[in-house]
């Protein structure tokens, strides 16, 4: 049975204490689950707290309500650590209040080496901390914790964790579904730490994608995405001859009123096959099975650059690549992910990047200033001053925006499909969701229509957002 590890003495003993917990309180222990960074984690989380369900906790938005404390981190970038380090900090003063309560970090900034001494010595209300690839252990590490008190932490030792199928989930949306294709990263792009701290490529088999796919649609899913940190190397190792084209074109069999994104892709493994399954599968304007959407990180215009990255494609593959999929699905919508400031970025590689930028005109970007992450190669080398850096992404900010705009204002007057997703942030009146290109759309409407596709008619445009009027439920 898949769920045999829920049902191991570790479990048992969690769950027991828990009932001891409700005989005492009146009401099962809570557990906060706070995740940062990336769709990946969101997934991870997702796992987690389905996990904890399973144990006897129930689920609280309130850290001051909880028995467990979840935080699943992230390591990108310098700045995601210092957030996740300050959001920890917070927790003293509910750990001073409770002593019982037990604290978990985990995920990617957990299974950095270096953060163990950190977090141990500068963080003493921490329990126990744990990495990325093994969250069915999460019974093991609190049955520890609850017998002997005493603080732990869990090195990743595996490169390549074995996945583990069947895990319970607790999915934060019921419209929207995250789906987990495959795990790790073998690019090792310079700069980055997630092949550091999420191991190996590996591949999810593909009957349990597709089985957990048919129970989403089934149960009245509109958008699955499909995860995983290259999806164009899916099946890499696992398979001879099926890849990601072959998944995406057995997903398009299962029916359903949903569509499929995916991400992230790779420019040196996206296949000119992958792109033909995506314009077979997205002619239908009212039911497009996959999205005409396509994120492709570039990450920089300079060939000099992107060869210190190791991202082994350059600015011309780039650049075909684009010109097949705008030949095969002429409206498409692209967009892609810059690191500004590289190390030894001149002025001429940053001119590259804007060069690149104008020719390919993404719908959307999303732009990073690089930051230094131990254990990369590119920690090592030649970097360039905080100021230059700065001044360079407020260039590229510009160009995209001006880019972001034409781009929107070109939907006045069109009628979209929109997924509706909630009511917006800043204005309760209106409804928010996104269109197939994965543009935002605010919209006054009723609020049964959240999990829903309408059509909407645009008639305002910003940089970031559209805004319409309703013309009926989809
Ligand atoms: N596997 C995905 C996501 C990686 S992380 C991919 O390959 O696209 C998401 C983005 O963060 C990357 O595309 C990159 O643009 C950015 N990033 C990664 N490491 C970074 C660093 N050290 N500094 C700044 N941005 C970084
Ligand atoms: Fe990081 Fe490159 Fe792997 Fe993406 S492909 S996760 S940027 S190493």
């Not at 001044?391 to 995209?400: P, S, T, Y």
Request: hydrophobic content about 35%; some cysteine.
């Amino acid at each position: 049975m898949a769920n045999d590890f829920l049902h191991d003495p570790d479990s048992e003993y969690v769950r027991a204490r828990n009932r001891s917990y409700m005989e005492v309180n009146g009401r099962r222990p809570g557990v906060f689950l706070r995740t940062f960074g990336c769709q990946q984690n969101e997934a991870d989380s997702e796992k987690l707290a389905g996990i904890a369900l399973s144990l006897g906790y129930e689920y609280t938005d309130s850290p001051e309500e909880a028995a467990l404390i979840i935080y699943n981190t992230c390591a990108v970038r310098e700045h995601a650590e210092l957030k996740a380090l300050s959001r920890t900090g917070e927790i003293k003063h509910i750990k001073a209040k409770k002593p019982d309560l037990i604290v978990c970090l985990c995920g990617c900034m957990a299974a950095q080496e270096h953060r163990l001494n950190d977090i141990k010595n500068r963080y003493p209300y921490v329990d126990f901390l744990f990495g990325t690839g093994t969250p069915e252990k999460l019974p093991n590490y609190l049955a520890e914790q609850m017998r002997s008190g005493r603080r732990a932490f869990y090195p990743d030792t595996e490169e390549k964790p074995e996945i583990k199928e069947g895990l319970p989930v607790r999915r934060e949306s019921s419209f929207k579904a995250w789906v987990s294709i495959m795990y790790g990263c073998n690019n090792f792009c310079t700069y980055c730490v997630v092949p550091l701290v999420r191991g190996r490529e590996r591949s999810r088999r593909r009957e349990e994608i597709l089985a957990e796919i048919r129970e989403l649609a089934a149960e009245g899913c509109r958008e699955i995405t499909l995860l995983g940190q290259n999806v164009n190397s899916y099946g890499r190792g696992l398979y001879d001859d099926y890849g990601f084209a072959e998944l995406l074109e057995d997903i398009c069999r299962i029916e359903g009123n949903y569509w499929i994104r995916f991400m992230t892709s790779h420019p040196k493994d996206a296949s000119r096959r992958l792109i033909d399954v995506i314009a077979a599968h997205s002619r239908d304007d009212s039911r497009p099975r996959i999205v005409r959407q396509f994120h492709l990180p570039l990450q920089s215009g300079s060939d000099r650059v992107l060869k210190l990255m190791n991202r082994r494609y350059d600015t011309e593959a780039y650049l075909s690549l684009i010109g097949y999929m705008r030949e095969k699905i002429p409206d498409i919508a692209l967009s892609t992910d810059i690191i500004v400031g590289f190390p030894t970025e001149t002025e001429e590689d940053f001119a590259g990047t804007l060069a690149v930028l104008e020719k390919v005109r993404c719908d959307a970007f999303f732009s990073f200033i690089y930051s230094i992450r131990k254990g990369t190669p590119a920690a090592d080398m030649e970097q360039i001053p905080e100021s230059v850096k700065a001044e360079r992404f407020g260039r590229l900010l510009a160009v995209q925006n001006r880019i972001s705009l034409e781009k929107n204002l070109a939907y006045l007057g069109r009628t979209e499909r929109v997924l509706v997703e909630g009511i917006s942030k800043n204005d309760p009146a209106m409804l928010t969701g996104r269109n197939e290109k994965n543009r935002l759309v605010h919209f006054a409407g009723d609020h049964s229509l959240i999990g829903s596709f309408a059509d909407v008619e645009i008639t305002e445009a910003d940089t970031y957002s559209l805004t319409g009027r309703l013309i009926g439920r989809a």
